[in-house]
């Protein structure tokens, strides 16, 4: 059975940073995009970086600059480092993998449970 499990969240002050990590444990074959999500209340939940097995990235404009996403494929673990973090960070940050369990499954989307993220003024 897979687990995403996602740690790192907490209360900042503006221009403070912090680092969320996430992995990946339990029957697990490999692991294709790996990324985080977050949604804000009252707001729809939105990309924030993606990153593929192969090193290829994505941000979302807000966080180019500010956030780094990376991964250790070893370790199926993805990381977002944020930097320069503003009160319209806050939210309930969230990671994704697109995972393939073994070779007598297919490729999934599992979810953790996601972390609070809160950026005072």
């Known amino acids: 059975q897979v687990h995403v499990v996602e740690s790192g969240g907490g209360l900042v002050q503006a221009g403070g940073s912090l680092r969320l990590s996430c992995a990946a444990s339990?029957?697990?074959?490999?692991?294709?995009?790996m990324g985080w999500y977050r949604q804000a209340p009252g707001k729809q939940r939105e990309l924030v970086a993606s990153?593929?097995?192969?090193?290829?990235?994505n941000y979302v404009d807000s966080v180019k600059g500010r956030f780094t996403i990376s991964r250790d494929n070893a370790k199926n673990t993805v990381y977002l480092q944020m930097n320069s973090l503003k009160p319209e960070d806050t939210a309930v940050y969230y990671c994704?993998?697109?995972?393939?369990?073994?070779?007598?499954?297919?490729?999934?989307?599992?979810w953790g449970q996601g972390t609070q993220v809160t950026v005072s003024s």
């Open positions: 994704n993998a697109d995972i393939r369990p073994s070779f007598l499954t297919t490729w999934s989307d599992y």
């Open positions: 339990g029957g697990i074959l490999s692991i294709r995009d």
């Open positions: 990153i593929t097995r192969g090193g290829y990235i």
